[in-house]
């Protein structure tokens, strides 16, 4: 996302980063297989806040222009692995993200997840956890549950999966389902409302932006693909055109996000809203893409291209992670409140 086009193919100057991108080419479509690159991808990867933040939302985009299914697999064990990193440096005794990890932080109605205090340094959970992506095929999660705000590591095997329907076009093997548990054991990760009140909380979700980000990519380098195998028309080139801004645009603001990430900007009374508001321009961003790319190919490669229909249905699917209006109003509100237009 730094001093070239963020859409352009080129080789990354890390041949451990080019490795992976190739193996993340074989993994295509295939979680399993792409989980399976997860103690690699960590190791590539830098963690966010380290100096070097732009290089690892950059990865991300990489690879989810590779595969959408790979960076959906992969994008939430690295925050997992940076959670821990974080709970770590803050001094508390948390385990090592040893095998494959998820996140699960959301609610839903009628879903509730209760945590309870051994009282030696263990809590024991008991309840129904939604939207669990891939809870089939992780190890371990990071799980948010009611005790204070509370987080805790919990080991999946012998956990209970619920039997829901996933009928996506979109991610279809990045299934995403409930989980049953009842007292299960768990080592809390920080203290009490420690999650939600971490630096890395606000800027936490620009992985996924990234991912977005490299999803609309990936579109574009299949629309400058199709103009060099044919002369556009003036209606093409505009088009390509336009694309090209909406991604120029949405790298630079991830960009300047993750230059403030590694200066510690991220933080105090609007580091949330400025975080949504980043993840905010990107996703529109990716949506004007999906657009402009529909309009310039039009229904042959969606028809007969197995990878750019995949490509399109998945990352459709995956920019709903985005709250679309509602994060808008968040970022009205904080603009009503005074949150200042840049970061320092």
Do not use: N
């Not at 690159?37 to 933040?53: C, F, I, N, Q, Y």
């Not at 290089?55 to 925050?79: C, I, K, M, N, S």
């Not at 990936?218 to 400058?224: K, N, P, Q, S």
């Not at 969606?302 to 750019?308: K, M």
């Amino acid at each position: 996302m730094i001093g070239h086009s963020p859409w352009t193919p080129q080789t990354p100057d890390d041949p451990a980063l080019t490795a992976l991108l190739d193996d993340a080419r074989v993994a295509a479509g295939d979680p399993v297989a792409a989980l399976a690159l997860a103690d690699r991808a960590a190791a590539v990867l830098p963690l966010p806040g380290s100096g070097r933040t732009a290089q690892l939302w950059r990865g991300l985009a990489e690879l989810a222009a590779v595969d959408l299914t790979v960076a959906r697999a992969l994008e939430p064990h690295l925050d997992a692995v940076a959670i821990l990193a974080q709970a770590t440096e803050a001094g508390y005794a948390v385990p090592q993200p040893a095998g494959t990890w998820g996140v699960y932080a959301a609610e839903g109605p009628g879903a509730r997840l209760e945590a309870r205090d051994t009282g030696e340094g263990r809590l024991l959970l008991t309840g129904r956890k939604p939207w669990c992506s891939l809870a089939e095929h992780v190890g371990s999660a990071l799980v948010t549950a009611w005790l204070d705000d509370a987080l805790a590591a919990v080991d999946l095997s012998g956990v209970e999966l619920l039997d829901e329907p996933w009928v996506a076009r979109g991610l279809p093997a990045v299934r995403s389902t409930g989980l049953q548990l009842t007292e299960v054991p768990a080592v809390p990760v920080g203290a009490p409302g420690w999650y939600l009140s971490r630096p890395g909380f606000a800027w936490g979700g620009l992985g996924v932006a990234a991912c977005w980000l490299g999803g609309a990519m990936g579109l574009a380098r299949r629309m400058r693909r199709g103009a060099l195998e044919r002369q556009p028309d003036p209606i093409g080139l505009s088009l390509l055109g336009q694309v090209d801004t909406q991604l120029t645009a949405a790298a630079a603001v991830l960009t300047e996000a993750a230059t403030a990430v590694d200066a510690g900007l991220v933080q105090g009374e609007h580091a949330w809203a400025r975080s949504v508001r980043v993840r905010h321009v990107v996703h529109d961003a990716c949506e004007a893409v999906l657009a402009l790319a529909a309009h310039a190919l039009g229904p042959g490669p969606l028809a007969g291209e197995e990878e750019h229909a995949a490509r399109v249905a998945d990352l459709q699917l995956y920019l709903r992670q985005h709250k679309a209006e509602r994060d808008a109003a968040v970022v009205g509100r904080a603009v009503v409140d005074g949150m200042p237009v840049t970061w320092s």
